[in-house]
């Protein structure tokens, strides 16, 4: 079955940076592409970026320029987002998702969440 | 600041149809890009309830239904259960902002 599954929480000081990764299984990951979304608390769900697994093309969101990076081990089958310069702000669970390529946003399998924590 | 706008709330009693509107603009569902409909559940990932306006993932009751008009969307749920209680997000393209966005939430109370 498909399954996408996160690294676990991080508590992370102002200004440093995080990684969270998701481990996929149970499909072919070079036919899909991973979204990441994430929810802060108390607030909405943002969407903040893509990459095509097939050919590790990237679209960030322009909320996260500068300080977003997603990379992709097809031989791991696992996608990773870093998040830089992070500030309270930056304090969410944060989500992957897969989508069929061409699927136009269509997100049919997510990860469970990893809570980044920003704090001094 | 979201540019997909929902109610930020509605409610209903068991049984009853409730809707969710999601209005966006010519640079997102009025340029006729797809939207989509998740439910949140408390502690829970996202889960797609709608696809491509008005589709239903296997599995999903029929009691959800999805439709689409010009620069607007929406959900209802018609027959309305305990277990609907949840948060609803639409989400679409849009093309001014180059990505994908979601809208502002709608949280559904079973009165």
């Known amino acids: 079955q498909v399954q996408l599954v996160q690294s676990g929480a991080e508590v992370k000081k102002p200004g440093a940076l995080v990684k969270v990764s998701c481990k996929a299984s149970?499909?072919?990951?070079?036919?899909?592409?991973i979204h990441w979304v994430r929810q802060a608390p108390g607030q909405g769900l943002e969407w903040m970026g893509w990459?095509?697994?097939?050919?590790?093309?990237?679209r960030y969101s322009e909320n996260f320029q500068g300080r977003i990076t997603i990379t992709r081990d097809t031989s791991a089958s696992t996608a990773y987002m870093e998040l830089s310069s992070l500030i309270s702000e930056d304090t969410a669970v944060y989500y992957c998702?897969?989508?069929?390529?061409?699927?136009?946003?269509?997100?049919?399998?997510w990860g469970q969440g990893t809570l980044v924590t920003v704090s001094s | 600041q979201s540019v997909l706008t929902q109610p930020p709330s509605v409610s209903g009693a068991p049984g009853q149809r409730v809707t969710i509107s999601c209005t966006g603009s010519s640079s997102n569902i009025g340029a006729g890009y797809d939207v989509h409909w998740y439910q949140l559940l408390p502690g829970t990932a996202p889960k797609l309830l709608i696809f491509g306006n008005s589709n239903r993932p296997s599995g999903v009751p029929d009691r959800f239904s999805g439709s689409k008009s010009g620069t607007s969307a929406s959900l209802a749920i018609t027959g309305l259960q305990a277990e609907d209680e949840a948060d609803y997000y639409c989400q679409s393209n849009d093309s001014s902002l180059g990505g994908y966005v979601f809208g502002t939430g709608t949280k559904v109370t079973v009165l």
């Open positions: 998702a897969r989508e069929p390529i061409g699927g136009a946003g269509k997100y049919d399998y």
């Open positions: 990459i095509d697994a097939g050919n590790g093309n990237t």
């Open positions: 149970g499909y072919t990951f070079t036919s899909y592409a």
